[in-house]
T-cell receptor, first 116, second 113 residues
C-alpha cells in the first residue's frame, strides 16, 4: 500500500530558530500534499495544501511567511517553521494524495515539535 | 464553510457493550473517511465511504454513510479494550471543487474492562 514517510518524528528546538520537516511519498507520486497541525486533545487543522511545482495554498489564519512549504518534486514536500516560538509547539502531520489507483489520502507518522 | 461535528466527544463504555459514534456535516459531499488515532501517533485509516448508503465493516467496527441526511455513523459491537482510541471522521469535498479533508471534532473512546 501507499506509504508516506515523515521526518523527524520528534524535534526540540530553541525559540527563534527554524525547523524543517520532510514528507516523502515512498511508492507513489503525490500530486498534492497537505500539512496539518494538531494541538493536544484537539482535531487536525489543515494549514496548507501544496501541489508539485506551484505555490502552496494556505488556510485562513496561517502565516505563510512563518510556515514555508516547498513541494519541489512529486515525492517530497517540506514544511519549515521559521523563527519558532513556544506557541508553535504542536504535532504536525503531512498527508499525500496520489492519482490513479492511489486515490485516497495517506498520512505520515507525524512530527512532535517542541520549542523551548 | 463546511462544519463537521461528531458526538459524543467523549465516550466511556464497558467491554462487551455496543455503541455508535455520529458524524454530521453541513455541506453536500459523497465521500467520507473514518480514522483512528492512538495517543502520540498519527492517523490510521479505518474506512472509506464513497457513496450514499455505503456500509463497510471490519471486525467490531461498522461504518455507514447517508449523504441525504449528511450523516455517517461508526458502530462498535461488543467493545474490547483494544478499541480505546480517538476516532475522527473526515469529509472530502473532492468533486465539489475543494480537494481537502475537513476533520470532525473527534470522539475519545475509553473501553473499561
Amino acid at each position: 500500500g501507499a506509504v508516506v514517510s515523515q521526518h523527524p518524528s520528534r524535534v526540540i528546538c530553541k525559540s527563534g530558530t527554524s525547523v524543517k520537516i520532510e514528507c516523502r511519498s515512498l511508492d507513489f507520486q503525490a500530486t498534492t500534499m497537505f500539512w496539518y497541525r494538531q494541538f493536544p486533545k484537539q482535531s487536525l487543522m489543515l494549514m496548507a495544501t501544496s501541489n508539485e511545482g506551484s505555490k502552496a495554498t494556505y488556510e485562513q489564519g496561517v502565516e505563510k511567511d512563518k510556515f514555508l512549504i516547498n513541494h519541489a518534486s512529486l515525492t517530497l514536500s517540506t514544511l519549515t517553521v521559521t523563527s519558532a516560538h513556544p506557541e508553535d509547539s504542536s504535532f504536525y502531520i503531512c498527508s499525500a494524495q496520489g492519482q490513479g489507483e492511489v486515490y485516497g489520502y495517506t498520512f505520515g507518522s507525524g512530527t512532535r515539535l517542541t520549542v523551548v | 464553510e463546511l462544519k463537521v461535528e461528531q458526538n459524543p466527544l467523549f465516550l466511556s463504555m464497558q467491554e462487551g457493550k455496543n455503541y455508535t459514534i455520529y458524524c454530521n456535516y453541513s455541506t453536500t459531499s459523497d465521500r467520507l473517511y473514518w480514522y483512528r488515532q492512538d495517543p502520540g501517533k498519527s492517523l490510521e485509516s479505518l474506512f472509506v465511504l464513497l457513496s450514499n448508503g455505503a456500509v463497510k465493516q471490519e471486525g467490531r467496527l461498522m461504518a455507514s454513510l447517508d449523504t441525504k441526511a449528511r450523516l455517517s455513523t461508526l458502530h462498535i459491537t461488543a467493545a474490547v479494550h483494544d478499541l480505546s482510541a480517538t476516532y475522527f471522521c473526515a469529509v472530502d469535498m473532492r468533486g465539489f471543487g475543494n480537494e481537502k479533508l475537513t476533520f470532525g471534532t473527534g470522539t475519545r473512546l475509553t473501553i473499561i474492562p
